[in-house]
């Protein structure tokens, strides 16, 4: 059974950089990871996911976070720059047992396991 913890959420302004983590129990070493969110009154939405030397992003956050993972720790990161009022959510870790043939799975349903959420609050 694979439990996720994040941490790293908090209320911060906008522009500057924040680190989530995911510290993971279990083995997550074959599973692909990501990253979801859920602003107030919105569907929890896909941010970004890993798999080996793939990843992904959505539009939103493109060339602004940065997922990694230390396989050592067994924790999977979100580095966010230049944070703007409008990634304020919830922000949950995720991990699937579905291997990536040509992508990273983006739906929330291809997840199998997640973690309780943090909060990050941006304020301009």
């Known amino acids: 059974q694979v439990q996720l913890v994040e941490s790293g959420g908090g209320l911060v302004q906008a522009g500057v950089s924040v680190r989530l983590s995911c510290a993971a129990s279990?083995?997550?070493?074959?599973?692909?990871m990501g990253w979801f969110r859920q602003a107030p009154g919105q569907e929890r939405e896909f941010v970004s996911g890993i798999f080996g030397s793939i990843t992904k992003y959505s539009d939103a956050v493109k060339g602004r976070f940065a997922i990694s993972r230390d396989f050592a720790k067994n924790t999977l990161y979100l580095q966010m720059s230049n944070l703007k009022p409008e990634d304020t959510a919830i922000y949950y870790c995720a991990a699937t047992k579905l291997i990536p043939i040509t992508d990273i799975a983006t739906a929330e349903g291809q997840y199998d396991y997640w973690g309780q959420g943090t909060q990050v609050t941006v304020s301009s």
């Open positions: 279990g083995n997550t070493l074959r599973m692909a």
